[in-house]
């Protein structure tokens, strides 16, 4: 498909509860009101599956075939499709989706992160649930004994913990509050931020007049979190009734700078796990901010 040129800023969509401030900005005509004709790709469901290349997945392959010009994924992720990518682009800034990987497990015997030497646990290559599963387990585990194994989207996760094929995995909301609903635990939890990257056309001004509109939906959320309770439900199509989410496994605080301080902690923490090959530095992946 050939590139757009229709002026739009374009978003790939992420799972709602990463997305929300953006739904909420184009409902309420915050982006339109700043002046911006800000539109998702289209009503498909979110990035994730289980293909292993990352950059072929779907809202990354939107972005790198210059059909959307923004999407958000874990910081970590962030910088490694950067780094992935033909297309360029920089980190915008820290989203406003405060939100827990929990590692969950239907097996009795798992109680906490200590039962998890050698235990393999189900992730997705390269997104938050693999990179939040390291920094969960690796203060108590060795981190030679860290096992993870790729399933793909969370959906699929869930599926394999609940038939007893994985012992344990990585789930967020809404996958996490219907994992706990069909009798699943919790053995421990990583809160996370994740980044914007954004494409390399996009202005500083731009940028900013996006975000002053993303920090207003944010207040409009907080204002009433429970009545947008059922747009992060909605990819588990009926199976949770959106007052059976759980409010404290996300949250949602205004979109702040990637500071190069904690560029500098992230990227060195994915140096140590051969996440990276060290090829960039705070000025290549942000440099227009």
């Not at 002026?7 to 911006?36: C, K, M, Q, T, Y």
Request: with cysteine; net charge negative.
């Amino acid at each position: 498909m050939a590139p757009r040129h229709d002026g739009a800023l374009v978003i790939s969509r992420n799972h709602p509860v990463f997305d929300l401030p953006e739904i909420v900005a184009v409902e309420r005509g915050l982006f339109a009101d700043a002046g911006l004709d800000v539109r998702f790709a289209d009503a498909g469901t979110a990035g994730e599956s289980d293909v292993r290349d990352p950059i072929a997945r779907r809202k990354e392959a939107l972005f790198e075939t210059e059909r959307t010009d923004l999407f958000n994924l874990c910081e970590w992720g962030g910088i490694d499709r950067l780094e992935r990518n033909s297309r360029g682009g920089y980190i915008g800034y820290l989203r406003p989706a405060v939100v827990a990987q929990a590692l969950v497990s239907f097996d009795p015997t798992l109680n906490e992160p200590h039962d998890m030497n050698n235990v393999p646990v189900g992730v997705n290559e390269f997104t938050g649930s693999h990179y939040t599963a390291l920094h969960l387990l690796e203060g108590t585990v060795p981190r030679e004994q860290i096992k993870l194994e790729h399933v793909g989207p969370p959906a699929a996760r869930l599926e394999s913990a609940a038939r007893g094929e994985l012992r344990a995995v990585m789930l967020m909301e809404p996958f996490l509050s219907l994992a706990l609903e069909r009798g699943a635990h919790l053995l421990g939890c990583y809160f996370y931020r994740g980044a914007q990257v954004v494409a390399p056309h996009l202005t500083a001004e731009a940028l900013d007049l996006f975000m002053s509109a993303v920090n207003s939906a944010v207040d409009i959320i907080n204002a009433d979190r429970q009545s947008f309770a059922a747009h992060v439900v909605e990819e588990v199509a009926g199976a949770l009734a959106p007052e059976r989410l759980r409010p404290e496994y996300h949250r949602f605080t205004h979109a702040t700078p990637f500071t190069q301080e904690r560029f500098t902690e992230s990227y060195a923490w994915m140096r140590s796990w051969q996440l990276t090959d060290g090829r960039s530095g705070y000025d290549t992946l942000l440099a227009l901010r």
